[in-house]
């Protein structure tokens, strides 16, 4: 419990931090004050999840027109590496259930992400190396 | 490990993906950031691998699973040539679309693994994010595969166009939405399934009608999309690593589709609406004037430009296809030698996918500071002395600025024009990839290199040294 107050604290200043950046946004100021005036009670999980998401949303939104338009292919191939994220719901279906058909499917998803996850990062640090040799001029 | 604790570091994952973005702002912290994402992937990865405690034959399975699909990835990226990496992110979406259908399958025929309920009764809510999850990865899964093909040219950039195929997509989307309430009531493995086929389908329809010249937009509409079905089964396993991830990959390629279409001029919707560039060239052509083109040859090219004080290059998807990238930087290392200034001007729209010049380039070891984007040089291109075009076409074309009846007028073009001579290196003298004759080709100030883009860059290294 105390990691979760300690987790929620964080989202707490994370989205008073967003708030403040975005201040005519107020629909991502709502979803953070929601959780955090709701966090005593009984509150569907989805709730956070869902605060949690738009938050993403915006986080995303602001880092990712940060990026150099030159740096935009190897961000297609990193944000493919970590969509491939989706590693965890193959481990799960691999590593718990018993039965063989979703067991199956989750080797599947689990040798797919893996090509992603590998391959993604792999090719995204061969890409980011070439825009390194031109430091010392 | 307890359940808390987990979510915790699925928050720092998270937190570390944010970063690996972040890192991309410039290419100096670029590096630092994907080793960020590699941790954040760690992370989740071990995590999960604590909270589900497999048995040793699943934890067998799992490594097995990884070392299987880590080395054909860490092959391939290692293999895979630069000049083909639209075709690999096409391919890389659709394995993530096709993971996340494999996913939500798997969820449906084992509930209890995942939290969500047991067979025949998995909570309302999770079915419907699932299905959410699994009609979009499988919508990415068959888009992406349509999209590898036409970027690696097993199949004809042409749009296919279906008669009714609004329709067609309207009813089967409707039909998605019965299909979803239907599993939600049910709980019929049997919907499941028909909501993936059925997606499927129109994955399929939704990418085929759009043609090769608008593939910048599709590859990163369909990033976007991976990453809201990731988000989407993030909400089912109430993981928060996926959930944030989601988010950040489905904004993410939302932005780049959004730039790349103004980098055409053209709405979202009439991308997505398809059509564009099958056509033959109905716009420009005949005005009944006869119009004449002035050709050059490799040493008129070679005089010009050592001879100049500023020269222009001008990259685009022909520099590509003729791997041309490594003989233009020869060519620009002469020019330098002989004290000419060079740089080069990328459109956004240049090449197949967001940046795909920017890595060519770099990969030929230009350096990065000599790359510039459109706004920031297109003023310039009056003060140059040579524009040296290799491989683009629309995107100089002076129809977009100057003629109202253009098809592709309002679109940011590159003012090669202005440059006082423009040296324009294509194949042959027909339209590009939108079907429109570009009338830069009859300006007195332009002079037609006609010749592969490679052959015809190397030919005027060779002439440099005479």
């Known amino acids: 419990m105390e990691t979760l107050q300690k987790a929620l604290d964080q989202l707490d200043q994370a989205s008073a931090a967003v708030r403040m950046a975005v201040q005519d946004l107020a629909t991502s100021g709502a979803a953070g004050d929601a959780a955090h005036a709701l966090s005593g009670g009984m509150v569907d999980p989805f709730v956070f999840r869902f605060a949690i998401f738009v938050l993403a949303i915006f986080v995303g939104y602001y880092v990712v027109w940060s990026v150099t338009p030159a740096l935009h292919t190897p961000l297609m191939a990193v944000t493919n590496a970590i969509s491939s994220v989706i590693v965890v719901g193959a481990l799960l279906a691999v590593g718990i259930s018993a039965a063989g058909l979703a067991t199956g499917f989750g080797f599947v998803a689990l040798v797919l992400a893996a090509v992603n996850i590998f391959g993604g990062f792999l090719v995204t640090q061969r890409m980011l190396a070439m825009y390194k040799k031109k430091d010392g001029r | ?466």
């Open chain 2, 1 to 466: 490990m307890s359940v808390n604790l987990a979510s915790f570091l699925y928050l720092v994952s998270g937190i570390l993906f944010i970063l690996a973005l972040r890192g991309l702002s410039h290419p100096t912290t670029s590096r630092q950031g994907n080793i960020y994402g590699m941790v954040g992937m760690g992370i989740a990865i071990l995590t999960t691998l604590a909270l589900a405690t497999p048995s040793a034959g699943g934890l067998v399975l799992i490594l097995l699973g990884l070392a299987i699909g880590g080395g054909v990835g860490a092959v391939v990226a290692r293999r895979i040539a630069m000049t083909s990496m639209p075709q690999l992110v096409a391919a890389f979406h659709s394995l993530v679309g096709l993971a996340a259908v494999m996913v939500a399958a798997a969820a449906i025929h084992a509930p209890e693994s995942f939290g969500i309920g047991t067979i025949g009764a998995i909570h309302g809510q999770a079915l419907v994010e699932m299905s959410l999850g699994v009609a979009i990865g499988a919508i990415t899964f068959t888009g992406s595969v349509i999209a590898f093909l036409k970027l690696d040219g097993r199949m004809s950039g042409k749009p296919i166009m279906l008669p009714a195929r609004h329709l067609i997509n309207i009813v089967l989307g409707v039909g998605l939405v019965v299909l979803i309430v239907m599993l939600v009531t049910t709980q019929s493995t049997t919907v499941f399934w028909l909501i993936v086929a059925l997606s499927l389908v129109l994955g399929v329809l939704l990418i085929i009608p759009i043609g090769g010249a608008d593939m910048p937009v599709v590859v990163s509409m369909l990033n976007s999309y991976s990453g809201w079905a990731a988000a989407a089964l993030g909400f089912t396993l109430g993981n928060l690593a996926l959930i944030i991830t989601g988010a950040l990959v489905g904004s993410s390629g939302a932005i780049l589709s959004y730039i790349m279409c103004k980098g055409m001029n053209r709405s979202f919707i009439s991308v997505i609406l398809g059509g564009f560039g099958g056509e033959a060239a109905s716009a420009g052509g005949d005005d009944g004037i006869e119009r004449t083109v002035k050709q050059g040859s490799a040493d008129d090219a070679a005089y010009l430009m050592m001879n100049a004080q500023k020269v222009i290059i001008v990259p685009g998807y022909g520099m590509a296809v003729a791997q041309a990238q490594h003989a233009v930087r020869e060519m620009a290392d002469k020019l330098k030698a002989n004290g000419v200034e060079v740089k080069y001007a990328i459109h956004p729209v240049a090449g197949r996918m967001p940046g795909h010049m920017n890595v060519l380039l770099a990969e030929a070891n230009v350096p990065y500071d000599e790359v510039f984007e459109l706004e920031d040089i297109n003023s310039e291109f009056a003060q140059a002395d040579v524009a040296y075009v290799i491989g683009a076409n629309d995107v100089t074309n002076p129809s977009a600025r100057d003629d109202k009846s253009s098809p592709i007028y309002g679109m940011p073009i590159l003012d090669v024009d202005k440059a006082r001579t423009c040296l324009f290196v294509k194949r042959s003298l027909g339209s590009g990839y939108a079907g429109i004759d570009n009338t830069l080709f009859y300006k007195d100030g332009t002079m037609m290199l006609l010749g592969d883009a490679k052959k015809m860059t190397e030919e005027i290294v060779k002439a440099m040294d005479h």
